[in-house]
């Protein structure tokens, strides 16, 4: 049976840590995910309140990305790790190899996370700008 689990995502150079967890995502070997910020437990505990983790989700689900919750309580969007690598692969096609990531944007939000997705498939670390206390380009 697969269970929705919290992967809590840091900010910063602290990120590389879940590295080696989004490999797991990629390849569907654990439980699904759920990511939320390391550093804010009222946010941690607004999606958790919202999306359930620790309860059971159908087979096939790796990681369930928070919507922006715009029309009141945030959605999960569950995503099977071939639909991740498949976005991958198609981005990296798409832009004639694989590259090198830039993290800017929070790390538990879709667009950040794949970003993080993407590293991993391309077998690289992502550069980090840690934003944790704003962004002035």
């Known amino acids: 049976m697969n269970v929705l689990r919290t992967l809590a995502v840091p900010q910063g150079e602290a990120v ?3 590295l080696p967890r989004i490999a797991q995502i990629l390849g569907g070997e654990q439980d699904a995910v759920l990511p939320v910020p390391a550093a804010d437990a009222r946010e941690t505990a607004r999606l958790s309140d919202a ?25 999960g969007a569950m995503l099977t790790a ?14 004639g190899g694989t590259g090198s990531w830039l993290l800017v944007l929070p790390p538990h939000h879709i667009a950040g ?25």
């Open 113 to 137: 996370m794949q970003v993080l997705l993407r590293s991993v498939l391309a077998g690289t670390q992502p550069v980090i700008v840690d934003v944790s206390a704003g962004f002035d380009p």
């Open 16 to 18: 590389f840590e879940v």
């Open 51 to 75: 999306l359930h983790p620790d309860q059971p989700i159908d087979d096939g689900i790796s990681l369930v990305v928070a919507t922006s919750g715009t029309t009141g309580t945030p959605k």
């Open 82 to 95: 071939a639909a991740l690598r498949a976005s991958g692969d198609a981005t990296h096609e798409r832009l």
